[in-house]
């Protein structure tokens, strides 16, 4: 259960809703994660789901869990040119190594 | 208060050389763990170290190795350096326990192998 796939790039204009997607293997997996990574930084977590929710709001950010489907997605409400970054979904079956997607690069457009 | 710190921020080796990178958890975290970031990439996991001992491996080679000191602090080595370990080396800290798993993440040292 180490796969997590992402799609690699989207684009979108500033005041729209970005949506970024996620698929992933481990189904014993407790916890599903986004993190964002801005050029030249480290990796900030932005938020996180239990597996026994189907969605967490968090201000701008909404995600929803289909654990049937094994698919994750990251929606950002009114997204800023700010948000621009790169985007990973993680999964940790037993907090003692996680796994990262290839990340979702996020171009915001003025 | 001070996040995770990683040194060196840059380095660039030959192959065959060995590297040590250094991090320092941030207070109160008995967690490091260590990731390789390729360039356009997710991390992959290497090492976990809690309380000093190794509680997690990833699929790397014995050329890498890891240990943690009583301070809480990590050190990774890597020898024998190959073109291919070129990469950000990331180190996150937590708090170890049972809870969210919250990983945070120092800014990396990035490798150069030539």
């Known amino acids: 259960g180490e796969d997590v796939e992402q799609s690699l790039f989207l684009s979108v204009r500033e005041g729209d809703s970005s949506v970024i997607n996620c698929t992933y293997t481990?189904?014993?997996?407790?916890?599903l994660y986004w993190y964002k990574q801005e050029p030249g930084a480290g990796l900030q977590l932005l938020t996180y789901?239990?597996?026994?929710?189907d969605m967490k709001q968090d201000q701008r950010l909404t995600v929803l869990l289909n654990k049937k489907d094994k698919h994750l997605s990251l929606r950002i409400a009114d997204t800023q040119t700010g948000d621009s970054a790169i985007y990973f979904c993680?999964?940790?079956?037993?907090?003692?190594?996680?796994?990262f997607g290839s990340g979702t690069k996020l171009n915001v457009k003025p | 208060d001070a996040g995770v710190t990683q040194s060196p921020t840059h380095l660039i080796k030959t192959r065959g050389q060995q590297v040590t990178l250094r991090c320092s958890p941030i207070?109160?975290?008995?967690?490091v763990s260590w990731y390789q970031q390729v360039l356009g990439q997710g991390p992959q996991f290497i090492f976990q170290?809690?309380?000093?001992?190794?509680?997690g491996r990833g699929n790397f080679p014995d050329r890498f190795s890891a240990r943690q000191f009583p301070n809480y602090s990590s050190e990774l080595n890597v020898n024998a350096l190959l073109l291919g370990d070129s990469a950000l080396y990331l180190c996150?800290?937590?708090?170890?326990?049972?809870?969210?798993?919250?990983?945070?993440f120092g800014e990396g040292s990035r490798l150069t192998v030539l």
């Open positions: 996150a800290s937590s708090e170890g326990h049972p809870n969210t798993g919250e990983l945070f």
């Open positions: 481990d189904s014993s997996s407790t916890y």
């Open positions: 789901i239990f597996s026994n929710m």
């Open positions: 993680a999964e940790s079956p037993n907090f003692n190594k996680f796994y």
């Open positions: 207070s109160g975290h008995k967690s």
């Open positions: 170290y809690y309380e000093k001992e190794e509680r």
